[in-house]
C-alpha cells in the first residue's frame, strides 16, 4: 500500500474526495468577506416606497398624527372673562402658566401631592396640575395674582411677609391659595383649623410654624384673606 491509499485509510476518503478542497483551505480573508456581507444583509434596513403616500423609494412612510381633540371653554380668572380653545389634555395649570401667562401657580409634583399649584375654583382650594381645563368650563379660578387689590397685596400675603413665612418661596403660592380658601369661610380660626387646611400643602423648607402665625395673625386682621 502507497502512502496515498494508507491515507485514505486514515481520513476514510478516497482519492478522488482528498482533491476537493477542505474548511481548513478557507482563508482569513474569505471568512471575514463571508461574515461582513452576511451582516450588511442581516442588518439592512427595509426600505419603503409607495405612491399613495408620497415618499421616495428608500425613505420611511411619514405617519399621519391624528389631531389632538380641543374644546372651546369659557371661565373667569381673577375676575377676567376669558374664553380659550383649549386642548382636552391640557390641565388647568398649563391653561393658567403656558396659554394666560399666569405662572404664580407652581408645578412641584406634578401628580396632586405637594399643593405648590393649588389655585381657587369657585372658591374651593383645587390642585392644578390634576385638574383639566376643561373642567373648569363656565367656572371662576382664582391664582396667586389675584390676590393683590389696586397695587396691594392682601392681608394675608402681608402677613406673610411680617412673619418670614415664605423661605424658598416656591410652595408659598400654593400656602396662600390655601389660607385664603379658609379664611374666606371661618375668619377666626383656631391653631388646628388652620394646620388642618393646609395638611395638603407641603413645605420643603420645614416653615410650618411661621405659616401658621402668619394666617392667624392676618386673621385678626380686618378684612382677614382679601
Do not use: H
Amino acid at each position: 500500500m502507497d502512502r496515498k491509499d494508507k491515507q485514505a485509510e486514515t481520513t476514510g476518503s478516497d482519492a478522488a474526495s482528498s482533491d476537493a478542497p477542505s474548511t481548513t483551505d478557507l482563508s482569513r480573508r474569505d471568512f471575514l468577506e463571508g461574515t461582513g456581507a452576511a451582516l450588511v444583509v442581516a442588518g439592512a434596513t427595509p426600505t419603503f416606497a409607495s405612491a399613495d403616500d408620497g415618499t421616495a423609494r428608500g425613505n420611511r412612510p411619514v405617519q399621519q398624527v391624528a389631531p389632538v381633540p380641543t374644546t372651546a371653554i369659557t371661565l373667569t380668572v381673577n375676575g377676567t372673562r376669558r374664553t380659550i380653545q383649549a386642548q382636552d389634555r391640557w390641565t388647568l395649570n398649563e391653561l393658567l402658566r403656558d396659554q394666560l401667562q399666569l405662572i404664580g401657580s407652581k408645578i412641584g409634583c406634578n401628580r396632586g401631592e405637594c399643593g405648590a399649584c393649588t389655585v381657587l375654583l369657585d372658591g374651593e382650594p383645587v390642585y392644578s396640575c390634576s385638574t383639566l381645563a376643561v373642567w373648569a368650563d363656565g367656572r371662576s379660578v382664582v391664582t396667586v395674582e389675584g390676590l393683590e387689590r389696586n397695587g396691594e397685596v392682601s392681608p394675608l400675603q402681608q402677613a406673610f411677609m411680617d412673619y418670614n413665612a415664605p423661605q424658598c418661596g416656591f410652595c408659598t403660592p400654593g400656602q396662600l391659595m390655601a389660607a385664603t380658601a379658609l379664611l374666606e369661610r371661618n375668619s377666626s380660626p383656631t391653631d388646628g383649623e388652620v394646620r388642618e387646611a393646609l395638611v395638603g400643602n407641603l413645605c420643603r423648607c420645614s416653615n410650618y410654624n411661621s405659616i401658621v402665625e402668619a394666617v392667624l395673625a392676618a386673621a385678626q386682621t380686618s378684612g382677614g384673606a382679601r
